[in-house]
Protein backbone atom coordinates (compact mmCIF):
# COMPACT_ATOMS: atom_id res chain seq x y z
CA UNK A 1 0.00 0.00 0.00
CA UNK A 2 1.36 3.51 -0.57
CA UNK A 3 1.21 5.09 2.36
CA UNK A 4 1.66 9.39 3.47
CA UNK A 5 4.76 10.02 4.22
CA UNK A 6 6.07 14.01 4.22
CA UNK A 7 9.87 15.02 3.56
CA UNK A 8 10.66 14.41 7.57
CA UNK A 9 9.79 10.94 7.41
CA UNK A 10 6.63 11.43 9.21
CA UNK A 11 3.65 9.12 8.61
CA UNK A 12 0.48 10.15 8.26
CA UNK A 13 -1.83 8.20 10.10
CA UNK A 14 -4.53 10.37 11.20
CA UNK A 15 -7.25 12.59 9.86
CA UNK A 16 -8.96 15.48 11.79
CA UNK A 17 -12.27 15.97 10.17
CA UNK A 18 -14.66 19.16 11.10
CA UNK A 19 -18.33 17.91 9.62
CA UNK A 20 -19.75 21.50 10.03
CA UNK A 21 -18.61 25.09 10.42
CA UNK A 22 -21.76 25.82 12.38
CA UNK A 23 -22.10 25.31 15.96
CA UNK A 24 -24.99 25.81 19.23
CA UNK A 25 -22.89 27.78 21.59
CA UNK A 26 -20.32 30.76 21.08
CA UNK A 27 -17.18 30.32 23.51
CA UNK A 28 -15.13 33.28 24.04
CA UNK A 29 -11.95 32.11 22.95
CA UNK A 30 -13.24 30.34 19.81
CA UNK A 31 -15.84 32.95 18.48
CA UNK A 32 -17.17 36.61 18.85
CA UNK A 33 -20.25 36.76 20.57
CA UNK A 34 -22.38 37.31 17.44
CA UNK A 35 -20.94 34.15 15.86
CA UNK A 36 -18.65 33.75 12.42
CA UNK A 37 -20.24 34.43 9.27
CA UNK A 38 -20.86 30.31 8.26
CA UNK A 39 -20.87 29.40 5.05
CA UNK A 40 -23.61 28.62 2.25
CA UNK A 41 -25.03 25.02 2.48
CA UNK A 42 -23.36 23.98 -0.96
CA UNK A 43 -19.73 25.15 0.32
CA UNK A 44 -19.71 22.39 3.02
CA UNK A 45 -18.63 18.68 2.39
CA UNK A 46 -21.97 16.58 1.76
CA UNK A 47 -21.58 13.30 3.77
CA UNK A 48 -20.93 11.47 0.70
CA UNK A 49 -17.75 13.25 -0.39
CA UNK A 50 -16.42 13.26 2.99
CA UNK A 51 -16.94 9.95 3.13
CA UNK A 52 -15.08 9.35 -0.05
CA UNK A 53 -12.46 11.59 1.41
CA UNK A 54 -11.67 9.38 4.24
CA UNK A 55 -12.10 6.19 2.11
CA UNK A 56 -9.17 7.23 -0.09
CA UNK A 57 -7.07 8.37 3.10
CA UNK A 58 -7.81 4.99 4.70
CA UNK A 59 -5.96 3.64 1.59
CA UNK A 60 -2.98 5.40 2.25
CA UNK A 61 -2.72 4.10 5.64
CA UNK A 62 -4.77 6.65 7.69
CA UNK A 63 -6.66 4.62 10.24
CA UNK A 64 -7.61 6.75 12.66
CA UNK A 65 -10.18 9.23 12.28
CA UNK A 66 -11.53 12.56 14.33
CA UNK A 67 -15.17 14.33 13.88
CA UNK A 68 -15.19 17.71 15.00
CA UNK A 69 -16.46 20.68 13.81
CA UNK A 70 -18.21 23.40 14.51
CA UNK A 71 -20.61 21.17 16.49
CA UNK A 72 -20.92 17.60 14.81
CA UNK A 73 -24.00 17.24 16.83
CA UNK A 74 -26.02 20.44 14.96
CA UNK A 75 -25.48 18.74 11.36
CA UNK A 76 -28.67 17.56 9.94
CA UNK A 77 -28.40 13.07 9.82
CA UNK A 78 -24.84 13.36 11.82
CA UNK A 79 -25.87 10.26 13.16
CA UNK A 80 -26.40 8.12 9.58
CA UNK A 81 -22.86 9.61 8.89
CA UNK A 82 -21.00 8.10 11.71
CA UNK A 83 -22.76 4.13 10.57
CA UNK A 84 -21.99 4.89 7.35
CA UNK A 85 -18.17 5.78 8.13
CA UNK A 86 -17.81 3.21 10.61
CA UNK A 87 -18.63 0.96 7.55
CA UNK A 88 -14.95 1.52 6.23
CA UNK A 89 -13.20 -1.80 7.12
CA UNK A 90 -9.27 0.36 6.79
CA UNK A 91 -10.43 2.58 9.65
CA UNK A 92 -9.92 1.16 13.15
CA UNK A 93 -10.45 4.33 15.43
CA UNK A 94 -13.14 7.11 15.34
CA UNK A 95 -13.46 9.89 17.78
CA UNK A 96 -15.44 12.32 18.32
CA UNK A 97 -14.88 15.88 19.85
CA UNK A 98 -18.41 17.54 21.13
CA UNK A 99 -20.10 20.22 23.34
CA UNK A 100 -21.65 17.42 24.73
CA UNK A 101 -25.31 19.44 24.53
CA UNK A 102 -27.02 17.61 22.07
CA UNK A 103 -25.05 13.99 21.99
CA UNK A 104 -27.33 12.83 25.31
CA UNK A 105 -30.06 11.40 22.97
CA UNK A 106 -27.73 8.90 20.69
CA UNK A 107 -24.93 7.95 23.44
CA UNK A 108 -26.82 3.98 23.14
CA UNK A 109 -26.61 4.28 19.42
CA UNK A 110 -23.07 5.21 19.42
CA UNK A 111 -21.93 2.61 22.40
CA UNK A 112 -22.91 0.24 19.65
CA UNK A 113 -20.44 1.40 16.42
CA UNK A 114 -17.09 -0.61 18.02
CA UNK A 115 -14.73 2.21 16.36
CA UNK A 116 -15.79 4.61 18.28
CA UNK A 117 -13.67 4.71 21.36
CA UNK A 118 -13.36 7.85 22.68
CA UNK A 119 -15.18 11.01 23.45
CA UNK A 120 -13.82 14.59 23.94
CA UNK A 121 -16.56 16.72 25.77
CA UNK A 122 -15.74 20.18 25.93
CA UNK A 123 -16.16 21.81 29.19
CA UNK A 124 -14.27 24.67 30.13
CA UNK A 125 -15.98 25.43 33.88
CA UNK A 126 -17.40 23.40 36.75
CA UNK A 127 -19.54 26.20 37.96
CA UNK A 128 -22.88 27.06 35.51
CA UNK A 129 -22.36 31.09 35.60
CA UNK A 130 -18.63 30.63 34.18
CA UNK A 131 -19.66 28.32 32.04
CA UNK A 132 -22.28 30.46 30.69
CA UNK A 133 -19.48 33.31 30.58
CA UNK A 134 -17.33 31.19 28.63
CA UNK A 135 -20.36 29.60 26.28
CA UNK A 136 -22.52 32.48 26.06
CA UNK A 137 -25.15 29.92 26.57
CA UNK A 138 -26.82 28.81 29.65
CA UNK A 139 -26.14 24.96 29.05
CA UNK A 140 -23.89 23.67 31.84
CA UNK A 141 -26.42 21.24 33.59
CA UNK A 142 -26.88 19.63 29.72
CA UNK A 143 -23.55 19.28 29.70
CA UNK A 144 -22.04 18.04 33.18
CA UNK A 145 -25.39 15.36 32.71
CA UNK A 146 -23.62 14.36 29.37
CA UNK A 147 -20.09 14.27 31.40
CA UNK A 148 -21.67 11.67 33.31
CA UNK A 149 -24.16 9.90 31.17
CA UNK A 150 -20.55 9.16 28.90
CA UNK A 151 -18.77 8.32 31.81
CA UNK A 152 -20.85 5.38 32.65
CA UNK A 153 -20.87 4.37 28.90
CA UNK A 154 -18.59 1.82 27.06
CA UNK A 155 -17.42 5.23 25.80
CA UNK A 156 -14.07 6.05 27.17
CA UNK A 157 -13.63 9.88 28.09
CA UNK A 158 -11.66 12.63 27.60
CA UNK A 159 -12.18 16.51 29.30
CA UNK A 160 -10.79 19.25 27.02
CA UNK A 161 -10.33 22.17 28.79
CA UNK A 162 -9.35 25.23 27.29
CA UNK A 163 -6.95 27.09 29.99
CA UNK A 164 -8.45 30.63 29.90
CA UNK A 165 -6.37 33.23 31.68
CA UNK A 166 -8.57 35.57 34.15
CA UNK A 167 -11.31 32.47 33.62
CA UNK A 168 -10.81 29.43 34.73
CA UNK A 169 -7.30 28.99 35.99
CA UNK A 170 -8.80 28.47 39.71
CA UNK A 171 -10.38 25.87 38.67
CA UNK A 172 -7.72 23.92 37.24
CA UNK A 173 -6.88 21.87 40.50
CA UNK A 174 -10.64 21.41 40.64
CA UNK A 175 -10.79 19.65 37.36
CA UNK A 176 -7.58 17.49 38.72
CA UNK A 177 -10.10 16.26 41.73
CA UNK A 178 -12.33 14.96 39.27
CA UNK A 179 -9.66 11.92 38.05
CA UNK A 180 -9.62 10.67 41.58
CA UNK A 181 -12.59 8.86 41.58
CA UNK A 182 -13.56 9.07 37.31
CA UNK A 183 -11.80 6.87 34.86
CA UNK A 184 -11.66 9.91 32.56
CA UNK A 185 -8.50 12.01 30.65
CA UNK A 186 -8.61 15.95 31.62
CA UNK A 187 -6.86 17.64 28.93
CA UNK A 188 -5.45 21.18 29.95
CA UNK A 189 -5.68 22.81 26.23
CA UNK A 190 -3.40 26.11 25.55
CA UNK A 191 -5.38 28.50 24.07
CA UNK A 192 -4.36 29.63 20.92
CA UNK A 193 -5.71 33.06 18.82
CA UNK A 194 -8.00 31.08 17.08
CA UNK A 195 -10.87 32.95 17.72
CA UNK A 196 -13.04 34.21 14.65
CA UNK A 197 -11.23 37.82 15.87
CA UNK A 198 -13.20 37.60 19.52
CA UNK A 199 -9.88 39.70 20.46
CA UNK A 200 -9.65 38.03 23.52
CA UNK A 201 -7.19 39.69 25.44
CA UNK A 202 -4.35 36.76 27.34
CA UNK A 203 -3.41 38.75 30.49
CA UNK A 204 -1.17 35.78 31.25
CA UNK A 205 0.37 33.45 29.10
CA UNK A 206 -0.89 30.03 30.75
CA UNK A 207 1.60 27.27 29.21
CA UNK A 208 2.40 23.65 30.00
CA UNK A 209 4.64 24.58 32.34
CA UNK A 210 2.48 27.02 34.33
CA UNK A 211 0.16 24.76 34.36
CA UNK A 212 1.72 21.87 35.32
CA UNK A 213 3.06 24.33 38.05
CA UNK A 214 -0.73 25.07 39.23
CA UNK A 215 -1.46 21.47 39.37
CA UNK A 216 1.37 20.56 41.40
CA UNK A 217 0.18 23.10 44.02
CA UNK A 218 -2.13 20.62 45.29
CA UNK A 219 -1.33 17.10 44.17
CA UNK A 220 2.05 15.30 44.31
CA UNK A 221 2.19 14.01 40.12
CA UNK A 222 3.97 10.92 38.22
CA UNK A 223 4.40 11.25 34.49
CA UNK A 224 3.61 9.03 32.60
CA UNK A 225 3.70 7.39 29.18
CA UNK A 226 2.95 9.41 26.34
CA UNK A 227 1.41 7.47 23.22
CA UNK A 228 3.60 7.92 19.98
CA UNK A 229 2.18 11.42 17.98
CA UNK A 230 0.07 12.11 21.34
CA UNK A 231 -0.81 15.65 21.74
CA UNK A 232 -0.70 15.46 25.44
CA UNK A 233 1.92 15.29 28.06
CA UNK A 234 0.31 12.96 30.14
CA UNK A 235 0.26 12.65 34.46
CA UNK A 236 -1.74 11.02 37.20
CA UNK A 237 -1.91 11.46 40.57
CA UNK A 238 -0.82 8.20 42.31
CA UNK A 239 -3.99 5.84 43.20
CA UNK A 240 -6.37 8.05 41.11
CA UNK A 241 -8.16 6.22 39.17
CA UNK A 242 -7.72 9.20 35.55
CA UNK A 243 -5.18 10.77 34.42
CA UNK A 244 -4.16 14.33 33.35
CA UNK A 245 -3.29 15.46 30.12
CA UNK A 246 -1.57 19.11 29.02
CA UNK A 247 -1.75 19.59 25.02
CA UNK A 248 0.61 21.89 24.39
CA UNK A 249 -1.43 23.98 21.41
CA UNK A 250 0.33 27.07 21.32
CA UNK A 251 3.58 26.42 22.45
CA UNK A 252 3.75 23.47 19.94
CA UNK A 253 6.39 21.19 21.41
CA UNK A 254 5.14 18.58 19.56
CA UNK A 255 5.36 18.83 16.06
CA UNK A 256 8.09 16.26 15.63
CA UNK A 257 6.15 13.12 15.22
CA UNK A 258 3.44 14.29 14.33
CA UNK A 259 0.82 12.23 12.45
CA UNK A 260 -2.07 14.59 11.55
CA UNK A 261 -3.66 16.08 8.85
CA UNK A 262 -6.57 18.36 8.53
CA UNK A 263 -9.88 18.71 6.15
CA UNK A 264 -11.70 21.33 6.84
CA UNK A 265 -16.09 21.37 6.66
CA UNK A 266 -15.10 23.46 3.17
CA UNK A 267 -13.02 20.60 2.20
CA UNK A 268 -9.77 22.42 2.63
CA UNK A 269 -6.65 20.46 3.35
CA UNK A 270 -4.49 21.65 6.15
CA UNK A 271 -1.03 20.42 6.85
CA UNK A 272 -0.66 21.47 10.36
CA UNK A 273 -3.21 24.03 12.22
CA UNK A 274 -1.49 27.06 11.71
CA UNK A 275 -1.26 26.59 7.93
CA UNK A 276 -3.89 28.55 6.31
CA UNK A 277 -4.98 25.49 3.99
CA UNK A 278 -3.14 24.32 1.31
CA UNK A 279 -5.64 22.99 -1.46
CA UNK A 280 -9.43 22.71 -1.53
CA UNK A 281 -10.18 19.43 -1.87
CA UNK A 282 -14.02 19.78 -2.09
CA UNK A 283 -13.31 22.07 -4.96
CA UNK A 284 -11.16 19.07 -7.07
CA UNK A 285 -14.12 16.12 -5.96
CA UNK A 286 -16.70 18.39 -7.41
CA UNK A 287 -14.64 18.69 -11.04
CA UNK A 288 -14.93 14.78 -11.27
CA UNK A 289 -11.42 13.76 -10.09
CA UNK A 290 -11.21 9.92 -9.47
CA UNK A 291 -9.96 7.73 -6.90
CA UNK A 292 -6.54 7.35 -7.90
CA UNK A 293 -6.60 11.33 -8.78
CA UNK A 294 -7.37 11.92 -5.26
CA UNK A 295 -4.72 9.34 -4.27
CA UNK A 296 -1.85 11.12 -6.32
CA UNK A 297 -3.18 14.43 -5.15
CA UNK A 298 -2.58 13.85 -1.04
CA UNK A 299 0.51 11.72 -1.35
CA UNK A 300 1.92 15.32 -3.36
CA UNK A 301 0.26 17.72 -1.16
CA UNK A 302 1.35 15.92 2.79
CA UNK A 303 5.01 16.45 1.29
CA UNK A 304 4.32 19.74 1.57
CA UNK A 305 4.21 19.41 5.79
CA UNK A 306 6.02 22.46 6.92
CA UNK A 307 8.37 20.79 9.52
CA UNK A 308 6.61 22.38 12.57
CA UNK A 309 3.61 24.86 13.41
CA UNK A 310 6.17 28.20 13.80
CA UNK A 311 6.98 27.51 10.12
CA UNK A 312 3.51 26.94 9.33
CA UNK A 313 2.40 30.09 10.29
CA UNK A 314 5.32 32.14 8.74
CA UNK A 315 4.19 30.18 5.48
CA UNK A 316 0.62 31.49 5.93
CA UNK A 317 -1.04 33.70 2.63
CA UNK A 318 -3.68 35.20 4.47
CA UNK A 319 -2.15 36.41 7.16
CA UNK A 320 -2.13 36.22 11.05
CA UNK A 321 -4.14 33.36 12.65
CA UNK A 322 -7.37 34.52 13.54
CA UNK A 323 -9.69 32.72 11.65
CA UNK A 324 -12.63 30.23 14.11
CA UNK A 325 -11.18 27.35 15.21
CA UNK A 326 -15.04 25.97 14.56
CA UNK A 327 -13.88 26.60 10.86
CA UNK A 328 -11.12 24.86 11.06
CA UNK A 329 -12.19 21.66 13.48
CA UNK A 330 -10.23 21.70 16.40
N1 LIG B 1 -17.73 22.11 19.13
C1 LIG B 1 -16.94 21.02 19.53
C2 LIG B 1 -16.32 21.24 20.88
O1 LIG B 1 -16.29 22.38 21.33
O2 LIG B 1 -15.85 20.28 21.46
C3 LIG B 1 -15.87 20.61 18.52
C4 LIG B 1 -15.14 21.73 17.84
S1 LIG B 1 -14.09 22.71 18.88
C5 LIG B 1 -13.43 23.84 17.72
C6 LIG B 1 -12.79 21.57 19.21
C7 LIG B 1 -11.91 21.89 20.39
O3 LIG B 1 -11.17 23.07 20.08
C8 LIG B 1 -12.67 22.18 21.66
O4 LIG B 1 -12.18 21.38 22.71
C9 LIG B 1 -12.39 23.63 21.93
O5 LIG B 1 -12.36 23.91 23.30
C10 LIG B 1 -11.04 23.82 21.27
N2 LIG B 1 -10.77 25.21 20.90
C11 LIG B 1 -11.54 26.07 20.21
N3 LIG B 1 -10.96 27.28 20.09
C12 LIG B 1 -9.78 27.20 20.72
C13 LIG B 1 -8.72 28.11 20.95
N4 LIG B 1 -8.77 29.36 20.51
N5 LIG B 1 -7.64 27.68 21.66
C14 LIG B 1 -7.58 26.40 22.13
N6 LIG B 1 -8.55 25.49 21.93
C15 LIG B 1 -9.64 25.88 21.25
FE1 LIG C 1 -18.65 25.81 19.33
FE2 LIG C 1 -16.73 24.13 20.03
FE3 LIG C 1 -16.16 26.64 19.19
FE4 LIG C 1 -17.32 26.31 21.54
S1 LIG C 1 -15.29 25.55 20.94
S2 LIG C 1 -17.96 27.80 19.96
S3 LIG C 1 -18.60 24.58 21.20
S4 LIG C 1 -17.03 25.03 17.99
Not at 58 to 68: H, Q
Not at 275 to 283: E, H, Q, T
Request: net charge positive.
Amino acid sequence: MQSLIDNFGRQITYARLAVTDRCNLRCQYCMPAEGIAIVPRNELLTYKEMYRIIRVLTELGVTKVRLTGGEPFVRKDFMSFLEMLSFNDLLKTINITTNGVLIQKHIERIERLTKVKNINLSIDSLQASKFFKITRRAVFEDVYKTLELLEKSSLHLKLNVVVQSGFNTDEIVDFVKLTETKNIDVRFIEEMPFNGSGQREWKEQWNLIRILQEIQTAFKIDKILDKKSSTSKNYQVKNFKGTIGIIPAFTRTICNDCNRIRITSTGALKNCLFDDGIFNIRDFLRKGASDNELKILFLKLVKEKPENGFIAEANRTQGKVSESMSTIGG
